[in-house]
């Protein structure tokens, strides 16, 4: 069964540093998702694309966070500047439409800031 | 109101019991609906979409009344592979997901 990949699984970084996440969605999903979660808590959407485009993000993605899609297969999170609040297991996520369908999720980056 | 509510649980239950999970949304524009499984520190695994009519997946059965605003999970003859925390999902807007924060069920010998 396709699945979705994500690397590293475990980043620890400085506070400030920058930190890229990389995932790999399903080959033939058109959108793609970020989700956040703190230990003990839910799981909150960070932000949503489809067509080389953010189409909607949540009040925890600010301006030091942005996402790319570089080339045809992988999709990115970037934090600028680390804070000690960004700790957190990050989901990357990807469907093959959008609403109806059910997302599928990457087994996760534990990112840790020191 | 919280968007989407769920009893946190833990629900203690012996294998071959039937365990019921309940959850509220309060956005009743909403249109999909799921749960999810997450084993711990493991990503949320798709369950199962639930539909206006109600369906049903082996031992698992979802409900849907969207007058109440009520969404439930059935689980009929517990395994002790099925201890995990269920997440009821709700999608918002166009495409996001807005997930309750689970309810953790034990099965037990």
């Known amino acids: 069964e396709p699945e979705v990949t994500q690397t590293p699984s475990h980043q620890v970084t400085q506070m400030g540093q920058e930190v890229i996440l990389r995932c790999v969605p399903i080959?033939?999903?058109?959108?793609f998702y970020w989700y956040r979660q703190i230990l003990g808590q839910k799981v909150e959407f960070l932000v949503s694309?489809?067509?080389?485009?953010?189409?909607?993000k949540s009040e925890i993605f600010d301006d030091q966070f942005s996402v790319e899609r570089p080339d045809g297969s992988n999709f990115t999170l970037k934090i600028r500047s680390t804070k000690l609040e960004d700790s957190a297991m990050y989901f990357c996520?990807?469907?093959?439409?959008?609403?109806?369908?059910?997302?599928?999720f990457g087994d996760g980056t534990r990112l840790s800031i020191l | 109101r919280k968007e989407v509510e769920q009893d946190p649980g833990p629900f203690n239950v012996p294998e071959g019991a039937t365990v019921a999970f309940n959850c509220t949304y309060s956005?009743?524009?909403?249109?999909?609906f799921f749960w999810y499984r997450q084993d711990c520190r493991k990503e949320p695994k798709l369950l199962m979409s639930?539909?206006?009519s109600g369906n049903e997946d082996g031992r698992f059965t979802a409900q849907l009344n969207r007058a109440s605003q009520y969404i439930s999970l059935l689980i009929r003859d517990s395994k002790l592979s099925d201890s995990a925390t269920y997440l009821c999902?709700?999608?918002?807007?166009?495409?996001?997901?807005?997930f309750g924060a689970g309810t953790r069920l034990a099965v037990h010998p």
């Open positions: 956005n009743s524009a909403s249109q999909s």
């Open positions: 996520a990807s469907s093959d439409s959008a609403s109806a369908q059910p997302q599928h």
């Open positions: 639930v539909y206006s």
């Open positions: 694309f489809y067509n080389n485009e953010i189409s909607e």
């Open positions: 080959s033939n999903h058109l959108y």
């Open positions: 999902v709700v999608s918002g807007g166009y495409n996001k997901l807005i």
